[in-house]
């Protein structure tokens, strides 16, 4: 509760000076926010759907915020090379949570699109961000989505009108900089109307080894008949904490692709939405986290089946070393009248150590007769006749365990859609397995290795 005040005080106490370097729209849904989190304060860990998160541990210190909008000093492009081999990006970077304004990349879209700062979108297409911002978000009892809406001052907007197909792979690369421990409050808004299609890729990073705390909330649209792939990717130092909302809505016909890579953390907690309004839509939503050292990730998912003939498809994967944590929980609603749903829900994991601990509840809960549905988890250790068999042949222990845990993760590899970023991770995903990726400075993991 001490947290929670803290951050009351605070915003009651600034409240001017954040709404003078924001914009009306984004300004309207603090006041809610407010009530909310006065009413409610932070999900505790007696509430089954944060049981192995203390939110108290991640807003309980005292960061810094720039709630002044003080510039920056980095030059992203110099301090970053994050092109993935042979898949051409439009980059776009936000420093902490404030957006870049420079954007050499010089790519041209069609008429009416808008990829770029939240807060000047919303001053460009008043009427397109009221109808959407905070309508998704607003709807989850969250005192940690209504921190971010008190205190996030920008963000970044992907918006795609009717009929538009966006070729070019959209990156976002959020980096976090900052000499002392600070606290990040990012926003992310995706509205594709009908029959629009985008591919966005979000990467974190971070600069310094600082304490950092990175709230996101990311409310998606995607409209009917519309294609959507999601990713994003995590490779933060150990003292970061990490709690990401994505909040995603599909009409009819729609088809999304949303994938979560955790490789490196310190503390991540993502909660992910999913909502069929309309019939025919499909969901593809997959996860995998790679941890060691004393590194948590907690994944949380629901998808809630409100509209008939829809489909979703979900696998979490986890492999635990030394004394870290996972948990998942992943919950499938399927409601009166969704009639002629598929749902599919797979949790697994390795705890290759004594000491890793996993927690999982997947849950499916069902009000329609005429449905194909099923869920499970498992929670095992690397199969000891495999490696054996592998030593066999010549193989160090050391060899034989990276690739059983490899080939453990290429499905949720091969689920990813765009060829040349899953061709990457497989390399990202195996330099994890050897130690190689200790932390990430320079993002030197991502740059094209030297032909």
């Known amino acids: 509760m001490d947290a929670v005040k803290q ?14 370097h924001s914009t009306d729209i984004m300004n309207s849904c603090r006041e809610e926010a407010l009530h909310m989190l006065k009413k409610l304060g932070l999900p505790s860990k007696k509430q089954q759907k944060y049981a192995h998160t203390d939110l108290e541990d991640y807003f309980g210190p005292d960061y810094g915020l720039n709630i002044n909008r003080y510039p920056i000093p980095v030059n992203p492009y110099e301090a970053f090379k994050c092109d993935v081999p042979n898949l051409s990006t439009a980059l776009y970077f936000l420093i902490n949570d404030q957006y870049y304004n420079n954007e050499p990349h010089g790519t041209k879209y069609p008429d009416g699109t808008f990829i770029g ?11 397109i961000a ?35 197909q966006i070729d070019k792979t959209v990156q976002l690369i959020n980096v976090l900089g900052s000499e002392t421990d600070f606290m990040i409050n990012r926003r992310i808004l995706v509205i594709l109307e009908d029959n629009a299609s985008v591919k966005l890729l979000i990467c974190d990073h971070a600069l310094n080894e600082v304490n950092f705390l990175a709230t996101q909330v990311s409310e998606v649209f995607v409209g009917e008949g519309a294609m959507l792939d999601y990713y994003e990717l995590e490779e933060n130092p ?9 909040f995603i809505d599909q009409q009819k016909g729609s088809n999304v692709m949303a ?29 995998m986290a790679i941890e060691d050292g004393n590194q948590e990730v907690d994944n949380f998912t629901f998808i809630d089946h409100k509209s008939p003939h829809c489909k979703s498809n979900e696998l979490y994967k986890y492999v635990l070393n030394d004394n870290a944590t996972g948990s998942f929980a992943g919950r499938i609603l399927v409601r009166e009248g969704a009639q002629k749903t598929e749902a599919y829900q797979s949790n697994k ?10 927690f999982t509840r997947p849950e499916l809960e069902i009000y329609a007769d005429d449905v194909k549905c099923s869920h499970g988890a498992t929670v095992g250790q690397l199969d000891n006749q495999a490696l054996f068999y592998m030593r066999t042949r010549g193989l160090s222990e050391d060899e034989a365990r990276m690739l059983l845990m490899f080939a453990f993760m290429s499905d949720v590899i091969d689920n ?17 397995f050897r130690g190689e990726l200790a932390k990430c400075r320079g993002c030197n993991e991502c740059r094209p290795e030297p032909k």
């Open 117 to 127: 700062s939240l807060k000047k979108f919303a001053e460009s297409h008043p009427d």
């Open 238 to 246: 150990a003292n970061t904490k990490r709690i990401a909302s994505t």
């Open 259 to 287: 994938s979560s890579i955790t490789l490196m953390n310190g503390k991540t907690r993502n909660n992910t939405y999913i909502t069929f309004s309309g019939p025919g839509a499909e969901s593809h939503l997959s996860g």
């Open 349 to 358: 994991n390795i705890c290759a150590t004594d000491t890793s601990h996993m």
């Open 130 to 164: 009221e109808k959407y911002y905070g309508r998704l978000s607003s709807k989850e009892n969250d005192g940690s989505v209504a921190i971010n809406t008190l205190f996030a001052q920008d963000g970044f907007v992907v918006y795609v009108p009717k009929n538009v």
């Open 416 to 432: 990813i859609r765009l060829e040349p970023l899953r061709d990457r991770l497989r390399k990202l995903v195996e330099k994890r």
């Open 7 to 20: 951050y009351i005080d605070l915003f009651e106490q600034t409240k001017e000076t954040i709404n003078n």
